[in-house]
């Protein structure tokens, strides 16, 4: 009897310490089930606020571009309903078609490159503007780029898109220079979510911004002949005298223009040299877009070294590191501080000049900044994006094939931090309906099955069901024009839901 308790003791402590561990791993994955379930909450809440921050700038862009239905007397009221907008499930909204949307967005989610025809036939469409396309795409499948493999799969969405609209055009160097085609539209809204590039404008341009802030209100022209007609006739006569022909006028009014050219020169050396002293924190993923543009012009378009160069230095310097220096605000280099109309004026005459000296080995500056690029003639700023293309990436950068792995693994694998639901409004979701509806009766490219068949089910326009209800602040407005512009921009705001996706 002994000996079979002796041999038995032995299974008792194994099951013992099996049971020990089954304890363990059980609370272990209660306590993972948990964090998982705090991280979705979160998560959604991220992307709820991401797209209110985005629609907030959409708002404040329009404001100062003075669009038709943002104006002084309404955008308080916008912003109001912005901050008191509600989610709610997507199928509370769309009703039976919420699975046929959520499949469409997953499959232009894990597919760039479709993402980027579609855009890049936008810009022939007459039914949709190109800035709406690009912000609904970039709100609604990309959540704003918030997420780490979003960025990944809107740097290839961008990259195909650039290179699709180089590829169809005679003239390359007019897609970046008029800003306005659905790849710089969806250029600027990258760059403008990527935090490294905050964390580089922060670097190159906060002190310099902040000595421009620190100058006395005075218009630093740089064209010579408007210092004279920023005095008014009183003001003129009382500092340089009655008489534009006297000697003493003519000394007076040459000194107040050296003081404006000194300072335009100062001020501008603060900026470039910030902006080349933190090359180091260049963001990699904009060295890899420059370099891979440079490499489709030079071999794919055939164009010289030069010609790629001025073109990469209008995709870096003019869409990119001038608009930070014209709207400093946006990137995050400063914040809380008011900019006003001179200094802002200010700013312009600044990335002026910056423009003009990067571009000044291939082209010769006008002849009022021609005197101020001078002053930089041995500058590193004149060759900043020549040392941009010689930066040597990771090699899981430099490959497109590894990119293309890459986001292939972020898309098909399970992962806690990967994207599983989407964040938009009726109103986005009618834009790529009235896309999709132009596409299906094209054909202008053909599709993957999977996207075909998708954009099949949809409709030509969605409605609410009956479960919906629109705001209360949409419903009563001082006049009639003034209810039809803000019922047309409004609804652009009600009914944000959120879309379950099954495959992340």
Known sequence: MDELRKISDPFLVVCEKIRSVHIILDAESESVDQLASEIKEKSEILSRKAWNAFQHQVLLNRLISSHVDVTTDVVGKLCADLKTSKSVPSYKILGHRFSD?????????????????????????????PEEACN????????????????????????E????QLSGTSNPRLVFRKGTSTSCRLYALFTDSLHSTKMYMTSAMHEAVMLVLCQPETFLDI??????????????AK??????????????????????VKKL????????KGICDSMVYFPQRLIWLVQKVHKLLTEGKGLSEKEAEIICTDLIVTNLICPAIIDPEKFGIISDIPISHITRFNLMQIAQIVQ??????????????????????????????????QIKLPLSLIDEENLDAFIDHQTSESSSCC???????????NILAKIFDVERTKKQWKMPKSLEKAINRLPANFSPTAHSTTSPQTQSRDTAEKSGRLRNITQKMNFPFGSSKKNC
Request: net charge negative; glycine share 2%.
């Open 161 to 164: 898109l650039i290179h699709m």
């Open 239 to 260: 500092i340089f005298g009655p008489d534009p022909n006297d000697p003493a006028y003519i000394e007076k009014l040459e000194r107040q223009r050296s003081g404006i």
């Open 356 to 389: 003009a000296l990067a571009l000044s080995d291939y082209e010769t500056p006008s002849a009022d900044l021609k005197f101020f690029v001078f002053q930089f003639e041995h500058h590193p700023m004149r060759k900043f994006v020549k040392n941009l293309l």
């Open 101 to 129: 949307v959520e499949q469409l967005l997953s499959i232009l989610h894990r597919d760039p490159i479709s993402v980027a025809r579609i855009l890049d036939h936008v810009d022939r469409l007459q039914s949709v503007k």
């Open 136 to 159: 609904a795409i970039f709100s609604l499948v990309y959540s704003c780029g918030v997420y780490a493999t979003d960025e990944n799969i809107l740097l290839k969405a961008v990259y």
């Open 419 to 429: 994207k599983d639901f989407f964040v938009g409004t009726l109103y986005e979701i």
């Open 265 to 272: 020169i100062l001020l501008t050396n603060d900026f470039v």
């Open 223 to 236: 064209d010579s002949s408007k210092t004279i007609i920023r005095f008014a006739p009183a003001q003129r």
